[in-house]
């Protein structure tokens, strides 16, 4: 994905980079210092030695936690069903209609499979939604809250304000022009709010 508002550059595009065994010497000498590891991006579910890796770490003794965009759902369900994955943070990028406008992607129907898949497993997770104006408003948030609400989602629907970074952005996007009215949102599920 190539989401305008995102500030991970390096990441995304693969500039920054560490060795797999670099990374695990690392962890070997936080044993009983850390509790946990997130895998974060971009998307890590592109990583094509991402199972094999997060499996090494979990037999370390971490607890292992997933950003995700969803998009690539056998992975995330072999980690779900094989029990590496203890917690998962699925990006929620923009209803169907507004998807390739905000990512640049056409995976909606992928996202879509791996939300109703975390719906109906056990476990832990969290949806959010990053908002920055510009590209999201109050009917786009809505429309998310409604499908949620739809497919039976449980759990508490997190709003992320766009974090305002000296970092460049993907898209160069910039400030918002106003925050979002959270008045305006419907009440159908639980909704916190991050950074407003």
Do not use: W
């Not at 695990?24 to 592109?46: A, H, I, Q, Y």
């Not at 971490?62 to 699925?90: C, P, R």
């Not at 920055?132 to 409604?146: A, G, R, Y």
């Amino acid at each position: 994905m190539r989401c305008t508002y995102c500030y991970n550059k390096d990441v995304v595009f693969g500039k920054k980079q560490i060795e797999e065994e670099e990374f695990l010497e690392f962890l070997k000498n936080r044993v009983g210092l850390l509790d946990g590891v997130s895998f974060t991006g971009g998307c890590p579910t592109m990583y094509p030695n991402l199972i094999n890796f997060a499996k090494k770490i979990k037999e370390m003794g971490f607890d292992i936690k997933l950003d995700t965009n969803g998009i690539n759902f056998e992975i995330i369900k072999k980690l779900v069903e094989k029990n590496i994955v203890d917690y998962i943070a699925l990006d929620f990028k923009a209803p169907k209609e507004k998807f390739y406008e905000i990512t640049k992607n056409k995976n909606y129907d992928k996202f879509e499979k791996t939300l109703d898949f975390l719906i109906n497993s056990d476990v832990e997770f969290e949806i959010r939604t990053t908002v920055h104006t510009d590209l999201l408003d109050e009917n786009d948030i809505n429309k998310i809250i409604d499908i949620l609400a739809q497919k039976g989602y449980k759990g508490t629907y997190y709003l992320q304000n766009y974090f305002e970074t000296d970092k460049e952005t993907i898209g160069n996007i910039g400030s918002q022009k106003r925050k979002l009215d959270i008045s305006k949102l419907n009440k159908k599920i639980s909704v916190e709010f991050r950074n407003f």
